[in-house]
């Protein structure tokens, strides 16, 4: 099935529990993704990805994640993170994920492109030429911020959705509305529909006026409701509205997107504790555990956006 039958809409990026011992929780994340899954207006989750801190998983446990949550997750479509910078690992982590039950793919590109990439469009191609022949399942590419050094220039993009008839969307995260705009009008263009989801938490409300199909975020993983509202009163038009969820989203994304950022899925963990939805914040090294003071602006950013009482 081609994701773009599943529609825009909101993909959340679930996170994966684990006990304070480091172990996947699989009760926790289960309850986790049904929880968020059935959030109505909610298209598809996305587990795997940096918000599940997957480079912490190795390759059983992401085809446990994945097992767990299609079980977890009804009839709505699991998409699974793959994260390799080899892509024979690549490819045989989309071997897994089909056979685990994912229905879908975000496709990482290597850390390793961060490198001059760019430069040598022959080399994307090829990795993803690779990951696409591994099954058969719809590819959702990642386009990562401009600083990464790791972005789709907008002729690379529509080059690679040519070739590869799995490609069924892109995840924006470029943080460049110049880029992303350049690239939804590639999108527009092809004779075939491919989603574009944004990934851009500093401006989620600019970047569904721009056009886009979607979103695509870790923040659904605490707030799907506030998302849903916000994607469905852009496509309604109803700007009063969509004012509205993006007043309420704002305190979060601030306090979930501050430096430094290799807290930031730490800092959702600890939010759903905080609202009663994880029974621990645990993180899995390298990270570690949040302070006192993090903790009571997470618990403040909360309580301004709606979602707990003072």
Known sequence: MALHL??????????????????????ALQAHVAQVAGTPG????????HAGETSSLDFAERSDVIALAAEAAGEVPVVAGVVAEDPRDASRLAREAAASGARGLLLFPPA??????????????RFVGDVAAASDLPIVLFQLSRASGQAFAPALMQRLCEEVPQIAGVKDGSDSPE?????????????????????????????????GDGILSGLGSVAAPLLVALHEAMAAGDLAAARAANARLLP?????????????HNRMKTALKLLGR?????????????????????????????????
Not at 42 to 49: D, S, Y
Not at 196 to 208: C, E, F, K, V
């Open 6 to 27: 599943f529609g825009g809409g909101v993909w959340p990026a679930t996170l994966t529990p684990f006990t304070p011992e480091g172990g996947i929780d699989a009760a």
């Open 42 to 49: 909610v298209r598809a989750v996305v587990v795997n990805g």
């Open 112 to 125: 390793l492109f961060a490198n001059g990439a760019a430069l040598r469009p022959d080399m994307v191609r």
């Open 179 to 211: 880029l992303y705009e350049d690239v939804l009008a590639v999108l527009r263009g092809l004779p075939r529909p491919v989603a574009m989801l944004t990934s851009n938490n500093g401006w989620l409300m600019a970047s569904l006026a721009y056009g």
């Open 252 to 264: 979060l994304c601030r306090v979930f997107y501050r430096a430094p950022g290799v807290d930031i």
């Open 278 to 310: 994880l029974p621990h914040a645990a993180p899995r090294l390298p990270l570690l555990p949040l302070d006192d003071a993090e903790t009571t602006r997470i618990h403040a950013a909360l309580v301004a956006a709606g979602l707990l009482h003072a």
